[in-house]
């Protein structure tokens, strides 16, 4: 029997968060330059969302661009830029296909304008899609967005739009750029690597961790049926007995 139909319709996880690692190494093995293995993690972004919103996946978060990735070499980082403008511009047809919302979370001003004007066109052209919602991670990290919470908290305080005590859960992740979404149930990272790298460090407080040596151009939608699998037999506990939960 495949992984998708062990899939129990009735455990989903509502948000489903990714680091798509790997592509460099990937177009390394085939003797190909690094932008090789990026192009070919686009076609998995491809397959990888179709199957999430056939699934019935409320939300997935894929990790595209980090704020330490602006630290690589120029020519990288701009071939990076020009290839998310190709595969908006590809794609978009396939979200509207697919019914799936496009958002991004990420300091977006650091964009090329096209690249963000792309963004924003998709944005808006898939904005009334009700399936899926796909959040693009892009020059995001954690602790860019924990600075820029503070920062806004800090400054409704002084304004004396809030008192201290009134800061909690809520008002914190009201104020990260993923407030209009659940945390994510699930969190899968490919090419073997067992960090977070600055991503959803907030969110991520009770998610569950999948981790697989698959390289991201490589990671099927079988392979992801087999992380949905494997998370719907875990227990979530949130800090109680099993008892307490079952
Ligand atoms: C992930 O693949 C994509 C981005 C970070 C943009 P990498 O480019 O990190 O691939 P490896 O880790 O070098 O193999
Ligand atoms: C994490 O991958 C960021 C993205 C997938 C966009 P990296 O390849 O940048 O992570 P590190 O540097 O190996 O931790
Ligand atoms: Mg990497």
Redesign the pocket.
Known sequence: MGYKEQIQQDRIPRHVAI???GN?RWAKRQGMARMFGHRQGVETVHHITEAAAELGISYMTL????T??WNRPKDEVDALMALLVDTIAKETPTLMKNNIRLQTIGDLSRLPQVTRDNFMACIEETTKNTGLTLVI?LSYSARWELIRATQKIAAAVKEGEMLIEDINEEVIGGYLTTSNMPDPDLLIRT?G?L?I???LLWQLAYSELYFTDCLWPEFTPEEFYRAIVDYQHRERRFGKTSEQVR
């Open positions: 680091i798509m690692d460099g990790y595209a661009f980090s330490e990735n991670a090419s690597e960090r790298s600055n991503f």
